[in-house]
């Protein structure tokens, strides 16, 4: 059976259309974010770990 990713945006995700999708693939434990304005372009496939050091450092650049 393949994980089929099941993308959503946060709902703090209102900014004029830039905006970024995840999807988590529990059984794998990867998260993966793409730009939301392309979603059959490339996207990012990070660990849970990498995707929480992502996430602190957009906190700080704000």
């Not at 099941?6 to 993966?32: D, F, H, K, P």
């Not at 730009?35 to 990498?50: A, F, I, M, V, W």
Request: net charge positive.
């Amino acid at each position: 059976m393949t994980d089929s990713p099941r993308w959503y945006r946060s709902s703090y995700s209102n900014n004029g259309g830039n905006c970024v999708e995840i999807a988590t693939l529990g059984a794998r434990g990867v998260v993966l974010v793409r730009d939301s304005k392309n979603p059959g372009g490339p996207h990012l496939s990070l660990s849970r770990e990498g995707f929480g050091g992502l996430v602190e450092l957009a906190r700080h650049q704000s």
